[in-house]
């Protein structure tokens, strides 16, 4: 099973028309985790909302209840450098947080690298650029200049790394589309 998990209502309304035998449950934060089926295969899916705790919180419900192989975060977002378009993220890092003071090695602390599962999308659109995806819990603005120091040309939101770094403590694939 495949699973879906979007930010914004505009992102979520459009994919939810393409969803039959849906069963949904509403959480207190207005998010919403469900699943169904599109053209016969089983799907789940969620609407987190924006931030970095919405969507790890609904990552690790969708992947709790449902257990899909695999998540796809498919969204908008800003980018520093790069231009309009459609990418899909080669590698995600929490651009706000940083514990290397700490000096353990063992510490995962979600300022690492991680590597979505690119291949398979790779597979299906060869021509589609793939770009490094900074998340961060604010809009960025005037950080965009130290944004591109520390990490190049790169798209920013304010999910994807969550949802990757979830899916790495579940073992699962994790898969961004973004368009900028």
Aim: hydrophobic content about 40%; overall charge neutral; some cysteine.
């Amino acid at each position: 099973m495949l699973g879906f998990i979007f930010a914004t209502h505009n992102e979520f309304d459009t994919f939810r028309l393409n969803v039959t035998d849906a069963e949904e449950r509403k959480l207190l934060g207005g998010q919403i985790i469900g699943n169904g089926k599109i053209k016969g295969k089983d799907i789940c899916y969620a609407y987190c909302g924006c931030g970095k705790v919405n969507a790890s919180s609904a990552a690790s419900l969708l992947i709790e209840r449902y257990n899909p192989h695999s998540i796809l975060n498919v969204g908008l977002a800003g980018s520093v450098g790069l231009p309009t378009g459609t990418y899909f993220v080669s590698e995600s890092v929490q651009g706000d947080v940083d514990l290397k003071f700490l000096k353990d090695p063992k510490v995962f602390d979600g300022s690492d690298f991680l590597k979505p599962a690119v291949m398979g999308i790779q597979k299906v659109w060869p021509d589609m650029p793939s770009a490094r995806l900074v998340t961060t819990d604010k809009f960025i603005t005037s950080e965009a200049e130290d944004i591109k120091k520390r990490y190049g040309n790169c798209l920013v939101d304010m999910e994807g790394a969550a949802i990757n770094w979830v899916c790495e403590q579940f073992n699962k694939n994790y898969y961004g589309i973004k368009i900028v």
